[in-house]
């Protein structure tokens, strides 16, 4: 099946750096990708959706400033947080569409925490 | 983005069945889905639903839709200690993004 491989699961930075996270498709091509924030026993939020050699587009009230996103080949996108910030601390988290009766995948998740 | 509401948490023993309810607003959504997360830990897909059907059964998985009033459930027969997670459940709209519920918490007890 469909599998999408999110790197890092956690990661600790200090505020001012920038963390980037990966998100890869293993077995398909992925032309478009979307990451998700999530806040402790929340849901999730949409914060952007990754198109394959555009840009990205942003929900709204999201950063894209902040939250740098490329997706420069069919099968990997990036996250960038810039100057992280503690406010920034949460659980993100990626996904790619196989097709839509084959769901969603979502990767495994990455804890970011800025200290 | 769209509303979708959900309850938020349900106790369970083991070997009863579990019901979980979700509203959704985009009636033009085609497909509806139900997603398991367990702590610390991406979304894995349970089962889907397209929105001309009324039921679709999978395994120990029902999951009942009522389009008229844009009411979607999950059962889960049987239900064991593995089921134990939060369960979200996901509509699409508009350039194939996803809204999703609060999500539910299942705790279920030996």
């Known amino acids: 099946g469909a599998v999408v491989s999110q790197h890092p699961s956690w990661v600790i930075c200090k505020s001012g750096t920038s963390v980037k996270i990966e998100c890869r498709s293993l077995?398909?091509?992925?032309?478009?990708m979307f990451w998700y924030r999530q806040f402790p026993k929340q849901s999730l939020m949409l914060m952007a959706t990754s198109n394959e050699g555009s840009k990205a587009t942003y929900e709204q009230g999201v950063e894209k400033d902040k939250f740098l996103i490329n997706h420069a080949s069919l099968t990997l996108s990036t996250l960038t947080v810039t100057s992280a910030h503690p406010e920034d601390s949460s659980f993100y988290i990626c996904s790619a569409s196989y097709g839509p009766q084959d769901g969603y995948t979502f990767g495994s998740g990455t804890r970011l925490t800025v200290v | 983005g769209e509303d979708v509401e959900q309850s938020l948490f349900l106790s369970v023993r083991e070997g009863d069945s579990s019901v979980i309810n979700c509203t959704y607003t985009d009636s033009s959504s085609t497909y509806l889905y139900w997603y398991k997360q367990e702590p610390g830990a991406g979304l894995q897909l349970l089962t889907y639903?397209?929105?001309?059907?009324d039921m679709k059964q999978d395994q120990r998985l029902t999951v009942l839709l009522n389009k008229k009033d844009k009411h979607l459930s999950l059962r889960i027969a049987d239900t064991q200690t593995g089921d134990s997670a939060i369960y979200f459940c996901a509509e699409n709209w508009g350039n194939n993004r996803l809204a999703f519920g609060k999500g539910n918490q299942v705790v279920v007890i030996p």
């Open positions: 639903i397209f929105s001309n059907m």
């Open positions: 077995d398909f091509q992925a032309t478009t």
